[in-house]
């Protein structure tokens, strides 16, 4: 058995229970044929290289199993059969390419819902800081701006 990794794209506006679903249909049609499971990472909303099927943007998940080669074409069957599925590619790795498990699907699902929802207290924090840098900047550049001008016209008396 070699071991398999599989990015895929799901449709944008997926709610998560919904997205749950896909990806455990898409597990289990990997089990079904022998496969074994060992990392499913949903990596959230992102931004698209370009447009697929009219969508700017796409819900990414990673899924690395283990499985024969050769019941490859079934996931692929699968994956082309819905409509939630914008795009995916399955590769071969190596078995040290193999990620481990971070959290439950449930934990990542409701990080993306957060995360989707709203910005963070450090996302506007960050803001506000980068505003006041830029300001004192400003203000630094012009008080150097009046002093150089005060010596030149000392210079000149």
Same mark, same amino acid.
Do not use: C
């Given at each position: ?60 998940? %990673?899924?690395?199993? &283990? !499985?024969?080669? *050769? ?8 994956? $082309?059969?819905? =409509? ?27 990080? %993306?819902?957060?995360? &989707? !929802?709203?910005? *963070? ?8 800081? $980068?505003?006041? =840098? ?24």
């Amino acid at each position: 058995m070699a071991y398999y990794e599989t990015m895929y794209i799901v449709h944008p506006a997926l709610e998560a229970g919904r997205l749950k679903d896909l990806i455990v249909s898409v597990e289990s049609t990997v089990k079904d044929f022998g496969g074994t499971t060992h990392t499913i990472e949903a990596w959230g909303k992102k931004k698209l290289a370009y447009p697929i099927n009219k969508e700017k943007y796409g819900m990414y998940v %990673l899924f690395q199993f &283990e !499985s024969d080669g *050769t019941k490859n074409k079934e996931l692929n069957t699968t994956l $082309d059969h819905n =409509t939630n599925v914008l795009a995916y590619l399955t590769t071969k790795i190596d078995k040290n390419q193999l990620l481990e498990e971070k959290s439950s699907l449930d934990n990542q699902l409701g990080l %993306l819902n957060k995360d &989707e !929802s709203k910005p *963070t207290e450090t996302t506007k924090e960050k803001i506000s800081n $980068d505003t006041s =840098t830029e300001e004192s900047s400003k203000t630094t550049e012009s008080s150097e701006a009046e002093s150089n001008e005060i010596e030149e016209k000392k210079e000149e008396n």
